[in-house]
């Protein structure tokens, strides 16, 4: 089986710094997409930012510029740099990776982190 785990976040100023990472653990054969997903308080998830495996990257229009995701192919670990961090950023953070075909795993399959909570004070 694949799990994705989560470290990171907290409690962050407005205009501060936080990084998120995400490892994926188990026999992984092949893992096309890793991300981040958020979701606040009475809102629907919503897409952060997206990396391939040939790093092609996808963001969110209100994080572009000051979000940046990296990916480290070998460690199936994908990381996300949060700077000048707005309180409207208070979420909890979701790891994803998709399209992953991993030993003991019929087909590919998509997995989600467990969250983890970031909150931004004004």
């Known amino acids: 089986q694949v799990q994705l785990v989560e470290s990171g976040g907290g409690l962050a100023q407005a205009g501060g710094s936080l990084r998120l990472s995400c490892a994926a653990s188990?026999?992984?054969?092949?893992?096309?997409?890793m991300g981040w997903y958020r979701q606040a308080p009475g809102k629907q998830r919503e897409l952060v930012a997206t990396?391939?495996?040939?790093?092609?990257?996808n963001y969110a229009d209100s994080v572009k510029g000051r979000f940046t995701i990296s990916r480290d192919n070998a460690k199936n670990t994908v990381y996300l740099q949060m700077n000048s961090l707005k309180p409207e950023d208070t979420a909890v953070y979701y790891c994803?990776?998709?399209?992953?075909?991993?030993?003991?795993?019929?087909?590919?399959?998509?997995?989600w982190g467990q969250g983890t909570q970031v909150t931004v004070s004004s």
């Open positions: 990396i391939t495996n040939i790093g092609s990257t």
């Open positions: 188990g026999i992984i054969v092949s893992l096309n997409t």
């Open positions: 994803n990776a998709n399209r992953v075909r991993a030993i003991g795993v019929v087909g590919e399959r998509e997995y």
